[in-house]
C-alpha cells in the first residue's frame, strides 16, 4: 500500500494562493472524492500535486517528497492525471492514443503490466468499436473514457480525475463511475474531483469539502450525509 500525503500545503498563481494550507491523505485501494463549489481551488489542488503549480508545504507519495517535481516525474512515480480538458490527441486514432499511454520502457523490460488495451476494452467497450476513428471526431463522453482508458493504461498507483462527468448523460456517469470502482478493485487509488454529489457519494469510501482554500471536512460518507449544513454552507450556491 502507498499513501499520498499532504500537509499544509499551499498553492500559488504568481503571488495570489488559491490553496492555504491543504491537509489530505489518500492510500491506494480506495476512492476520495474532493468536493466543493465551483473555483473552490479542486483542479487547483488536483495541478498542484502534478507539480503544474508552485506550492508551499509537504506532499509526500509512499514517503518521498514529490513537492515542485516535474509532471513527468509525478507521472513516474505512479500518479496518472485525468485533466478536466480531456486532452487527447484529436489526430490520432482511438488505437494510437491508447498505445500512447503504455509504458514503454516497462514494457522493453518485460515487466508485466496489471492494465493492457484489452483490459479498458471491457470497461468501455465503446472504444473498441471506434479503434480507426481520430480522437478528435469522438463525441464528449467517449473522449472522456479514452483520455480515463489512456491514463490507466499509463499502469498508476493512484489516479487523479478532474470533473469526469461534466456534461456527460447519466448513462455515460454511471459507466465512468463503474470504471472508478474497477480500477479501485484492482489496488488502484482514485481521487475524485466532482460536483455530482450522488455518484460521489456512491462510490467513495471518503469525501472531503473545500471552503477557503483549505480542507473544511474530511470523512466517511456516513458522517458526511449526517451533517446537511455541509451542503448548504459549503456546496450549494
Ligand atoms: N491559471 C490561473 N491563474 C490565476 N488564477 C487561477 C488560474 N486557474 C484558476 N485560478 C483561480 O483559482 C481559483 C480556483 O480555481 P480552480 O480551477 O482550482 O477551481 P475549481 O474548484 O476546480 O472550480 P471549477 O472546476 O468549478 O471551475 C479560482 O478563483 C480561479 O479563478
Ligand atoms: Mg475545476
Given at each position: 500500500?502507498?499513501?499520498?500525503?499532504?500537509?499544509?500545503?499551499?498553492?500559488?498563481?504568481?503571488?495570489?494562493?488559491?490553496?492555504?494550507?491543504?491537509?489530505?491523505?489518500?492510500?491506494?485501494?480506495?476512492?476520495?472524492?474532493?468536493?466543493?463549489?465551483?473555483?473552490?481551488?479542486?483542479?487547483?489542488?488536483?495541478?498542484?500535486?502534478?507539480g503544474?503549480?508552485?506550492?508551499?508545504?509537504?506532499?509526500?507519495?509512499?514517503?518521498?517528497?514529490?513537492?515542485?517535481r516535474?509532471?513527468?516525474?509525478?507521472?513516474?512515480?505512479?500518479?496518472?492525471?485525468?485533466?478536466?480538458?480531456?486532452?487527447?490527441?484529436?489526430?490520432?486514432?482511438?488505437?494510437?492514443?491508447l498505445?500512447?499511454?503504455?509504458?514503454?520502457?516497462?514494457?522493453?523490460?518485460?515487466?508485466?503490466?496489471?492494465w493492457?488495451?484489452?483490459?479498458?476494452?471491457?470497461?468501455?467497450?465503446?472504444?473498441?468499436?471506434?479503434?480507426?476513428?481520430?480522437?478528435?471526431?469522438?463525441?464528449?463522453?467517449?473522449?472522456?473514457?479514452?483520455?480515463?482508458?489512456?491514463?490507466?493504461?499509463?499502469?498508476?498507483?493512484?489516479?487523479?480525475?478532474?470533473?469526469?462527468?461534466?456534461?456527460?448523460?447519466?448513462?455515460?456517469?454511471?459507466?465512468?463511475?463503474?470504471?472508478?470502482?474497477?480500477?479501485?478493485?484492482?489496488g488502484?487509488?482514485?481521487?475524485?474531483?466532482?460536483?455530482?454529489?450522488?455518484?460521489?457519494?456512491a462510490?467513495?469510501?471518503?469525501?472531503?469539502?473545500?471552503?477557503?482554500?483549505?480542507?473544511?471536512?474530511?470523512?466517511?460518507?456516513?458522517?458526511?450525509?449526517?451533517?446537511p449544513?455541509?451542503?448548504?454552507?459549503?456546496?450549494e450556491?
Amino acid at each position: 500500500m502507498a499513501t499520498l500525503t499532504l500537509e499544509r500545503l499551499w498553492a500559488f498563481y504568481g503571488l495570489a494562493p488559491v490553496l492555504r494550507g491543504i491537509n489530505l491523505t489518500i492510500s491506494t485501494g480506495e476512492i476520495v472524492t474532493v468536493l466543493g463549489r465551483n473555483g473552490s481551488g479542486r483542479s487547483t489542488l488536483a495541478k498542484a500535486i502534478m507539480g503544474l503549480v508552485r506550492t508551499e508545504g509537504a506532499l509526500t507519495w509512499a514517503g518521498i517528497s514529490l513537492a515542485n517535481r516535474q509532471p513527468f516525474e509525478v507521472a513516474q512515480a505512479g500518479i496518472g492525471f485525468v485533466p478536466e480538458t480531456r486532452d487527447v490527441f484529436p489526430d490520432l486514432t482511438v488505437e494510437q492514443n491508447l498505445q500512447l499511454g503504455l509504458p514503454r520502457h516497462a514494457i522493453a523490460r518485460g515487466a508485466h503490466l496489471a492494465w493492457g488495451i484489452a483490459d479498458v476494452f471491457s470497461l468501455f467497450p465503446q472504444l473498441e468499436k471506434r479503434l480507426k476513428t481520430p480522437a478528435g471526431v469522438l463525441s464528449g463522453g467517449e473522449q472522456q473514457m479514452l483520455s480515463l482508458a489512456r491514463s490507466t493504461l499509463g499502469q498508476p498507483q493512484l489516479l487523479i480525475v478532474d470533473e469526469p462527468t461534466e456534461g456527460l448523460a447519466p448513462q455515460l456517469v454511471m459507466q465512468v463511475a463503474q470504471f472508478l470502482t474497477a480500477i479501485k478493485s484492482q489496488g488502484v487509488g482514485v481521487l475524485l474531483m466532482e460536483q455530482k454529489l450522488q455518484m460521489a457519494l456512491a462510490i467513495s469510501d471518503r469525501v472531503s469539502v473545500m471552503g477557503g482554500g483549505t480542507i473544511v471536512f474530511d470523512g466517511t460518507v456516513e458522517a458526511f450525509q449526517r451533517d446537511p449544513t455541509l451542503r448548504s454552507q459549503w456546496l450549494e450556491c
